[in-house]
């Protein structure tokens, strides 16, 4: 209302046919041959008295014509392109937010080809970026991406005219690691999604739609990367300070204790901002971290990826998948990192596991996701090598029953990044013959979904940088955020219709 903006509609709403010629209408879309049929429509009997036109990206010359022509009113007084043709999360992390991109022999479909080089080229253009492009030069899906993304560089040479060439685009795929978004997370945000899922920066908890903008909201940008047992701690010191302040002298042990002092003390809500809203949102994952075992699960994958005693860990899965505690989605992660940690040990019970579930599901998953980023397609060094492994367990002391919680596994992105940084870039193919003078930017596109576990490795990288240490700004990019029960849906698909609960 402050900007005089009186109506918000969508361009496929046909039902309004009021006419207000004394309102003019801004629109913005992406120049899709359905949007661009739409809007033709609308131009042809305009109900405003003037249109202004905004394209999240390049609008190819007849579509222009189209328009043109559809405009005989002449209503239109600016057409303008403005790339942003994806959901920028925050400054360092971007999605798509699509799915199911992948056909039955694991190949990205073609309107999803089309819609991912669409994305990185308005990302290139909105950074003004003239990227070198690699790829992972073991998979069709990233080479045909980054062809894509070159030629649209070459045919629209004009439009990266003032742009830098200080960034490496890299394209990878999400079968070289498939292990990180099958893990719990213990880190604020990741965890969140993988317990709640977000969608835009936005879930619901409870009766509560939240929002966690870095913008307005300043605990969740100080504990966005925070392991769980941190956050609960930062939270009770908050309290406390409140508590110091009114002279309350109340002993807060838990997080439900926390929860009551907030709903008991509303004047908490006003002098803190945001913090009632993370003492329910802590509160909530603290009660799903109980119900379903969740330490001793993520203690268990640990074990599978970070130290990989085969006798051990199926003797530890068996025990496990029979707690009456587990969920579904629990049982299939720990098989599914089983299926992929042990795919060519000779003692190799997988059979047996799958025999026991008796679900057709699970089975169709781990054909699935083992065709698609198993041991043929991973990495050599993805679990590490016998000398190298650490197998150090971080105790992280949190408030009671949120205590010994083990993050030892590393995304495989940060192997990528260390060895980019050393000007190693051995199975990533060059594109174009012109290298980058200097890689002051790295922009990562996971084909196949990005992580929250990755997105607190490269916010972590990046706040390094401004600290002195070195490297590039990187920016991680993929065509969707995924969590465990996503990516089990994603294969899934792949031959069947049934969904994970």
């Known amino acids: 209302m402050q900007k005089e903006v009186y109506i918000f509609d969508r361009i496929d709403n046909r039902n309004s046919t009021e006419i207000i010629k004394n309102l003019k209408c801004i629109v913005f879309l992406r120049p899709t041959p359905k949007n661009i049929e739409q809007l033709a429509e609308e131009l042809q009997k305009p109900r405003f008295s003037q249109y202004y036109l905004y394209f999240s990206n390049s609008i190819n010359k007849y579509d222009v014509k189209k328009l043109a022509e559809a405009d005989k009113n002449e209503t239109v007084r600016e057409v303008q392109e403005v790339f942003l043709d994806g959901i920028p999360l925050r400054k360092d992390l971007f999605t798509l937010n699509i799915s199911n991109i992948f056909e039955s022999n694991y190949k990205v479909k073609d309107y999803a080809i089309e819609r991912i080089r669409s994305g990185i080229v308005a990302l290139l253009l909105q950074l003004k970026k003239k990227p070198a492009v690699r790829y992972l030069e073991t998979s069709e899906n990233c080479k045909k991406i980054a062809e894509e993304v070159s030629q649209f560089m070459r045919r629209e040479n004009t439009l990266f005219e003032s742009s830098d060439n200080d960034t490496i685009l890299l394209i990878v795929e999400r079968s070289l690691d498939v292990i990180t978004p099958l893990l719990n997370q213990w880190t604020y945000e990741a965890m969140i999604h993988e317990l709640l899922g977000t969608s835009n920066n936005r879930l619901t908890c409870g009766d509560q739609d939240i929002v966690l903008n870095e913008l307005q909201d300043a605990f969740f940008v100080e504990n966005i990367t925070a392991n769980f047992g941190e956050i ?24 439900q204790d926390m929860k009551k002092f907030v709903e008991d003390y509303p004047q908490l809500k006003k002098i803190s901002g945001t913090v009632s809203k993370h003492v329910g949102l802590v509160g909530e994952l603290s009660r799903l ?36 505690k587990t969920r579904e989605l629990d049982t299939i992660r720990l098989i599914l990192l089983y299926a992929l940690r042990f795919e060519n040990f000779p003692g190799n019970e997988l059979r047996s596991l ?22 043929a397609k991973q990495p050599s060094d993805l679990f590490g090598g016998h000398s190298t492994i650490d197998i150090t367990k971080r105790f992280i002391k949190g408030l009671k029953g949120v205590e010994n919680i083990y993050t030892q596994h590393t995304p495989y992105l940060k192997n990528i990044v ?34 929250y576990e990755e997105a607190a490795f490269v916010r972590n990288s990046n706040q ?20 465990t029960k996503q990516l089990v849906d994603e294969f899934n698909k792949i031959g069947t219709d049934k969904r994970i609960h």
Do not use: W
Request: aromatic letters at 6%; charged letters at 20%; proline letters at 1%.
């Open 418 to 451: 260390e060895k980019f940084k050393r000007g190693r870039y051995e199975n990533f193919a060059l594109l174009e013959s012109a290298e980058c003078v200097k890689m002051n930017n790295l922009i990562v596109f996971i084909v196949g979904g990005a992580t």
């Open 289 to 324: 971290v109980q119900q379903y075992n969740l330490l001793e699960i993520s203690e268990l994958e640990q074990l599978i990826v970070s130290e990989g005693d085969h006798s051990k860990c199926i003797q530890r899965i068996r025990e496990v998948i029979n707690n009456p």
């Open 232 to 255: 609960g701690q930062n939270i009770k010191t908050l309290i406390n300070e409140f508590q110091e302040k009114k002279k309350i002298n109340k002993n807060l042990e838990s997080i």
């Open 354 to 375: 799958l025999h026991t579930q008796k679900s057709s599901l699970l089975q169709n998953v781990v054909k699935n996701i083992l065709n698609y980023g198993g041991s």
């Open 464 to 483: 390094r940088r401004l600290q002195g240490h070195g490297g590039p700004s990187i920016i991680l990019a993929g065509n969707c955020m995924l969590n």
